[in-house]
Each structure stands twice: as structure tokens, then as C-alpha cells.
């Protein structure tokens, strides 16, 4: 039977519960154990799918087209373990299935109530990840303690450790312990009162994380031992770390995973975490600098391409390089702004998005990176943006767009696929989750995944109408991978640039910190070249190595 981690927070939000769980679950898999997350969020839409990318950041997509939220991103890269849908519930999916159960007669004309039905349904969508070949579930509650939208998850996870077996579930909560400037000392009291709440809903915490900005005294650690009544050793700091991939090593240092190990009584050896600090190493030694424009619509919230961001960096580790982000909003490079805003730039990469707003400007970057030999990746959005840019100044078909934005165009060289054009609910036509691709052999998409058939998952509706192709293909536009039946271009490139090449997938969503995606490892390993030229230097790309691979799978953002 699996064993149970709950991890709570208090006082603020983005205290970060989500990398806290995702360095727990690196830490036991690194002892052995068979490890899975899930996030389980209080707001009553049924899925992010619909969410403004300014309300919530990126709707991270799953391998089966689950549409979650953005931290089974982190679960992903630090446990480098594919999740699915069943990871993420929300309030609305619940309260979804509860309904739907009770309009079918499930419960016998009972009143439906939140305790039991909604709390019961909660421990379902717990139960759901805990299978036969898993040894620890971690589960994150969202939002803090004291919210009313939080009660009712609170109340489940307090019933499962009776359910469960008190030996087999442990609670973690993750709380601040604030400076305070005129004071000059840090604070407890915080802490203190969010235990106290969560004590109150009838969860006494097993541990607790203490943020902070820096380490706390044993004096301070004891303080909290004693008011909150846990172990002392059970009084873990993580104090901000330079970068995030250190937070498994800081964590294991304050013997975080060891205290969960004796907990649930899990006999294990001693962690192995070389690789995660032959990482950290890396992440060190990455001071080359590399500029990377990124063309977006929603750049005001970094959150909303955090996957984008994410493996930009595992590429630049990779290449020793540091990757500095020039965020960009999509309306400031239309027309001739653009070579003001991308002049120095050592890449490009132009991410998804849907809605009209800066597609205009994405085509500006696109052609700018085209005629500039300045590497470009453009990811779902970004390679329409692209075949739009090379159709209307590469094949002189100056009203060329796509029906999404111009329903009326004369050449419609983005289209929704043949089979939704009859769909009256949009929200039914997109491609999610994992699909196949086989890639033209001798192209920089297949030499850089070293493979011939490759997974991306996607999140997007419209497509590359092949009525053109034989078109862009004879003006040197090559499609450089397609679906297995060839109906759908998944893959474009140039083959007179260095590196102008796109996906209709989301990539992003498959990169990990020790193992970057090829099309980002490419791309950065161009832009150093780039760079260099620029400067007149002509040294190699440092730790650069032969593609290694495929590993992936893509997707988009949601509301313009």
C-alpha cells in the first residue's frame, strides 16, 4: 500500500509548496522509492484550459491531454516522471462528477452534502494515483490555510490518515518566517498562527518548512519546535537558494527526506544524488552569456511561459551557457520596431498563444530571424507565425493567414484540420496530449532528436494547410516532420538558415534540467555560434555534445 505525503502552506501563497513537494519527490526517488505528485486546487474551473494565462500562467499539458496547472511542470522535471491527468483536481471537477453522480441516482436520493459526497470524491482523485507500482504519493493542497475554499480538501486529507493508517501519512506544511527591517530579527509568529489554523481544521503537522530569506538560528528552529509542537529535527529551513535546482540538495542538508523516511517507516539507503549535484554544478559553471528574445503575449506574467523559460535554461546548462531572457510583448516588434527591439538578440523564440492580439508581431520576429540568419524556434503559434511570414515574403502571397485571425483570407495557409469544421463546440477540436511524428531523415529536427519517430504533446486547433506544401516546399520551406499518415506538418525548418525551424507541439513540456530538449539544446547551441560570429570569436560551444535523442511532447496558452 502506498504511502501518503500531504503538503499544506500558510500565510502567503507562492511560498513554494509545489517546489517543495517536487524536491521531496526527487529526494525519495534518489533513495529508491517509486514516487508520484498530484495537485489538488481549490477554484472551481473544472480545468486551467480556459483560464487567462494572466489569471493562473501556463496550462501545462499531459502526456494523455490532461490540460493542469503549472506545477506538475516542477513535479515533471524534478522527478523526471511522465504524469497524467489524474494528477490535478479542482474544486469544479469535483463537484462535476458529484453532481453528475447525483443526477444519475448514485446516492439514492440522499441529500448530497459536502461531508461525506464532496470529501469522499476528493479522496477518489487521491486514491487514482495511488497504484499498485508507486511506494509514495506526494499531494499538494493549493492555496493557504485559512482560505474557505480550501476547507473541504483540508477535511479530506485529515479523514485519509484514519482511512490510510496513521503510520502511512505524514503532513507537511510550508509556512514564512518573514525579516522584519526595523525589527532587525525574523519572525515566528506567522508560523505559529497558520499551525494553529490548520491545527484548528484538525491536522496536527508532522513537519514544517520554514521559508525564509535567510537561514534560520537553531535558536529560531527550536522556537517553532516548542509553539507548534513537532520534532526539532522536524523543523526544516529553506532559504531562498541562487536557483531552484538547488532546493532538493538545501533540503536534504536540513534532513527533510530523512525525517518523511522515519515517519512512514520506510527503510531505505542513503540518497544518490550525483547527478542532481553534477546539475547543480553545471548551473554554476553556466556564465557564458546568451541573449534569447522571447515574443510573447502575455510577458507581463513570466508564469505564463514557465516552461518556455524552464528549458531555455536546461539548454543553457547544458552549453555552460547563462540564458538572459529579453522579454518581449508581441505588438512592440510589428512592422519596423522589430529591428529595434531584436537587433541584439543571439536567438529568437517565438512561443503560443491564442487570439489575434500580436500575431502580427510574432510574423515581424519571424521574418526578421528569417532574413537576419538569427536562430529562431517557434513553438505551436510560433510556427504558424512563421509559415504566415515565409508564405507572404518568401512566396509573395501577401494576404496569406490563418482562418483563425482572417476567417476570410485568400490563401488560408493556417486552417483548421477537415474534420472540425463542422464542431460547434471549440472547446472539443483541439489536439491534447501526445501525438507521433515522423521526421524527414538528414533534417536539423531529426539529426538534432537523433531518432525517426518522436512524441510531442499538443494544445492547439488550427494546422498547416497542406494544400500548400508542394508550394513552400519548391521555394525551399521544408517540412521537416509530419503525422504518420502525413496528413498534418508537425515540424518546419529552413534549410539555408542556421537554425529557423518550429513545431506545431509544445516541446517545452518534455525538457528536464539534466536532460534538455533537442530542439532548445539546438537552439542554444546556434546562438552561442551566432553570438560568437557576432563578436569575432570562434571558440566551440562548451559542453556541447552529440544529439542524444528523442524525449518529448507539446502544447499553447489560452485566452488573448
Not at 138 to 144: L, N, R
Request: aromatic residues 6%; negative net charge.
Amino acid at each position: 500500500m502506498p504511502k501518503h505525503v500531504f503538503v499544506t502552506g500558510g500565510v502567503v501563497s507562492s511560498l513554494g509548496k509545489g517546489l517543495t513537494a517536487s524536491s521531496l519527490g526527487r529526494l525519495l526517488k534518489a533513495r529508491g522509492l517509486r514516487v508520484t505528485l498530484q495537485k489538488l486546487d481549490p477554484y472551481i474551473n473544472v480545468d486551467p484550459g480556459t483560464m487567462n494565462p494572466y489569471e493562473h500562467g501556463e496550462v501545462f499539458v499531459t502526456d494523455d491531454g490532461g490540460e493542469t496547472d503549472l506545477d506538475l511542470g516542477h513535479y515533471e522535471r524534478f522527478i523526471d516522471e511522465n504524469l497524467s491527468r489524474n494528477s490535478n483536481a479542482t474544486t469544479g471537477s469535483i463537484y462535476q462528477a458529484v453532481l453528475a453522480a447525483e443526477r444519475r441516482g448514485d446516492y439514492l436520493g440522499k441529500t448530497v452534502q459536502v461531508i461525506p459526497h464532496i470529501t469522499d470524491e476528493i479522496k477518489r482523485r487521491i486514491s487514482r494515483v495511488a497504484i499498485d507500482d508507486v511506494d509514495v504519493v506526494i499531494t499538494e493542497v493549493g492555496g493557504t490555510v485559512g482560505d474557505i475554499e480550501i476547507l473541504p480538501f483540508l477535511e479530506a486529507i485529515r479523514q485519509y490518515r484514519n482511512d490510510a493508517g496513521r503510520g502511512n501519512v505524514c503532513y507537511i506544511h510550508v509556512t514564512l518566517v518573514p525579516f522584519i527591517g526595523p525589527a532587525g530579527e525574523q519572525k515566528t509568529k506567522p508560523t505559529q498562527h497558520s499551525v494553529t489554523e490548520l491545527r484548528s481544521r484538525g491536522i496536527q503537522p508532522d513537519l514544517i518548512v520554514c521559508r525564509s530569506e535567510q537561514p534560520l538560528s537553531e535558536e529560531l528552529k527550536v522556537k517553532v519546535s516548542n509553539m507548534c509542537d513537532v520534532d526539532e529535527r522536524a523543523v526544516v529551513n529553506a532559504a531562498d537558494a541562487s536557483n531552484i535546482y538547488e532546493l532538493p540538495l538545501i533540503l536534504h542538508d536540513e534532513g527533510l527526506d530523512a525525517v518523511v523516511c522515519d515517519l512512514l517507516d520506510l527503510e531505505t539507503p542513503e540518497p544518490d544524488l550525483s547527478s542532481w549535484l553534477g546539475l547543480v554544478q553545471r548551473v554554476e559553471e553556466s556564465v557564458e552569456p546568451v541573449r534569447v528574445g522571447l515574443i510573447g503575449k502575455y510577458v507581463q506574467l513570466a508564469d505564463a511561459y514557465l516552461s518556455v523559460v524552464e528549458s531555455l535554461k536546461h539548454a543553457g546548462f547544458h552549453h555552460r551557457a547563462d540564458v538572459v531572457i529579453d522579454w518581449i510583448q508581441a505588438e512592440d516588434v510589428e512592422g519596423l520596431l522589430a529591428v529595434d527591439r531584436l537587433s541584439e538578440l543571439d536567438a529568437i523564440v517565438i512561443p503560443g498563444g491564442f487570439g489575434t492580439r500580436g500575431f502580427e508581431g510574432k510574423i515581424a520576429a519571424a521574418r526578421y530571424a528569417r532574413e537576419e540568419q538569427v536562430p529562431c524556434l517557434g513553438l505551436c503559434l510560433g510556427l504558424q507565425a512563421m509559415t504566415v511570414e515565409f508564405a507572404r515574403h518568401g512566396l509573395g502571397l501577401v494576404e496569406a493567414n490563418s482562418t483563425e485571425f482572417d476567417p476570410t483570407t485568400r490563401h488560408p495557409v493556417i486552417d483548421l484540420m477537415v474534420d472540425q469544421r463542422d464542431v460547434t463546440d471549440l472547446g472539443g477540436t483541439m489536439r491534447l496530449g501526445a501525438y507521433y511524428a515522423v521526421l524527414s531523415p538528414g533534417s536539423k529536427v531529426a539529426e538534432a532528436y537523433g531518432e525517426p519517430v518522436v512524441s510531442e504533446r499538443h494544445r492547439h486547433r488550427y494546422e498547416f494547410n497542406s494544400a500548400y506544401r508542394k508550394r513552400f516546399e519548391e521555394a525551399g520551406f521544408v517540412c521537416s516532420g509530419t503525422s504518420p499518415d502525413q496528413r498534418l506538418v508537425e515540424f518546419i525548418e529552413l534549410a539555408d538558415h542556421p537554425y529557423w525551424v518550429a513545431t506545431q507541439a509544445h516541446p517545452e513540456f518534455k525538457s528536464r534540467p539534466d536532460r534538455p530538449h533537442p530542439l532548445f539544446r539546438e537552439l542554444i547551441a546556434a546562438a552561442l555560434r551566432h553570438r560568437r560570429t557576432r563578436s569575432g570569436t570562434a571558440s566551440p560551444v562548451r559542453g556541447a555534445v552529440e544529439p542524444s535523442g528523442a524525449q518529448t511532447l507539446g502544447a499553447v496558452e489560452t485566452v488573448d
